[in-house]
């Protein structure tokens, strides 16, 4: 998986325990699974379009979308000094896409209907595309990857209506905003209600931040919240196996702070917790 940068962690501190929790209905409406290489590998577009030719089967549909820049500053083309586009491979039903630049790649589910995916679906889409991108680089003898950091992301969607109406409601969907929204106090109920917060992960293997924002869904301007949790690493993992561990613990880590920061009333009668 490229060469070693990080020395073998000699112990693993002990994290909390999701147990056997999970949602029948959840709110879940996209997962994303990826990491960043630096330096950036040399893939130009045509070395793109042949990475495409390795998932085509499965994942057909290509788009072109603006390069993105994770650590602020976007990678150009060194001959041209243009940004190289960021281009997505999608699959039939819609609801995966394979995400890759010359300084990243990640794997989505999107939801397009009521099934909800296990996190092996994800991490085994994510290892088809970091499998063949290696494929591809060695292929083409250019240098390996290296990665840089990895990510997790939840991304959930509760609709208005669902669990809350107003933002006076959103104390009994998230207990550690009843203060913000109480009709008791002086200040009126807010007309906006954002919040974000970031936390540790064991072992300084990262960090978890939550963030609530009001939304709108484009195709219907149906008000929604979105709820994201992410947790991010910047430090190189030396094996497939490090870096697939990690992606457990950011699993175990997102799905404890999903239940420590929303309503168990909620979790029980409106997502099916089990």
Same mark, same amino acid.
């Given at each position: 998986?490229?060469?070693?940068?990080?020395?073998?962690?000699?112990?693993?501190? %002990?994290?909390?325990?999701? /147990?056997?929790?999970?949602?029948?209905?959840?709110?879940?409406?996209?997962?994303?699974? +990826?990491?960043?290489?630096?330096?950036?590998?040399?893939?130009?577009?045509?070395?793109?379009?042949?990475?495409?030719?390795?998932?085509?089967? !499965?994942?057909?549909?290509?788009?072109?979308?603006?390069?993105? %820049?994770? /650590?602020?500053?976007? @990678?150009?083309?060194? !001959?041209?000094?243009?940004?190289?586009?960021?281009?997505?491979?999608?699959?039939?039903?819609?609801?995966?896409?394979?995400?890759?630049?010359?300084?990243?790649?990640?794997?989505? #589910?999107?939801?397009?209907?009521?099934?909800?995916?296990?996190?092996?679906? @994800?991490?085994? /889409?994510?290892?088809? %595309?970091?499998?063949?991108?290696?494929?591809?680089?060695?292929?083409?003898?250019?240098?390996?990857?290296?990665? %840089? /950091?990895?990510?997790?992301?939840?991304?959930?969607?509760?609709?208005?209506?669902?669990?809350?109406?107003?933002?006076?409601?959103?104390?009994?969907?998230?207990?550690?905003?009843?203060?913000?929204?109480?009709?008791?106090?002086?200040?009126?109920?807010?007309?906006?209600?954002? #919040?974000?917060?970031?936390?540790?992960?064991?072992?300084?293997? +990262?960090?978890?931040?939550?963030?609530?924002?009001?939304?709108?869904?484009?195709?219907?301007?149906?008000?929604?919240? !979105?709820?994201?949790?992410?947790?991010?690493?910047?430090?190189?993992?030396?094996?497939?196996?490090?870096?697939?561990?990690?992606?457990?613990?950011?699993?175990?880590?997102?799905?404890?702070?999903?239940?420590?920061?929303?309503?168990?009333?909620?979790?029980?009668?409106?997502?099916?917790?089990?």
């Amino acid at each position: 998986m490229g060469r070693r940068v990080l020395a073998r962690r000699k112990k693993r501190a %002990a994290s909390k325990s999701s /147990g056997a929790i999970s949602f029948k209905h959840p709110p879940l409406d996209e997962v994303v699974c +990826g990491v960043r290489f630096n330096p950036p590998l040399d893939l130009k577009i045509p070395l793109l379009g042949l990475l495409w030719e390795k998932v085509r089967r !499965t994942h057909p549909t290509i788009e072109q979308q603006p390069p993105i %820049a994770p /650590g602020g500053a976007l @990678v150009t083309d060194t !001959t041209t000094g243009l940004p190289i586009p960021r281009l997505w491979f999608i699959n039939k039903t819609d609801d995966e896409l394979i995400q890759v630049q010359r300084d990243l790649l990640y794997f989505n #589910w999107r939801r397009r209907g009521d099934e909800y995916p296990r996190i092996g679906r @994800v991490f085994d /889409g994510f290892n088809m %595309a970091f499998e063949k991108l290696n494929e591809l680089v060695q292929e083409q003898e250019i240098a390996p990857v290296v990665i %840089a /950091g990895q990510e997790l992301t939840y991304i959930n969607q509760i609709p208005q209506g669902e669990a809350w109406k107003e933002f006076s409601d959103l104390g009994k969907l998230f207990p550690h905003l009843a203060n913000t929204t109480a009709r008791t106090r002086f200040l009126p109920i807010p007309t906006s209600v954002s #919040w974000q917060g970031r936390f540790a992960l064991p072992e300084g293997r +990262g960090n978890l931040e939550a963030r609530l924002m009001p939304a709108m869904r484009k195709e219907s301007g149906e008000s929604i919240l !979105t709820f994201q949790l992410t947790a991010t690493c910047n430090e190189s993992p030396e094996s497939h196996d490090e870096l697939h561990a990690w992606f457990r613990l950011a699993h175990e880590w997102i799905v404890n702070a999903f239940v420590d920061l929303t309503s168990e009333d909620v979790q029980r009668d409106l997502w099916g917790r089990q």
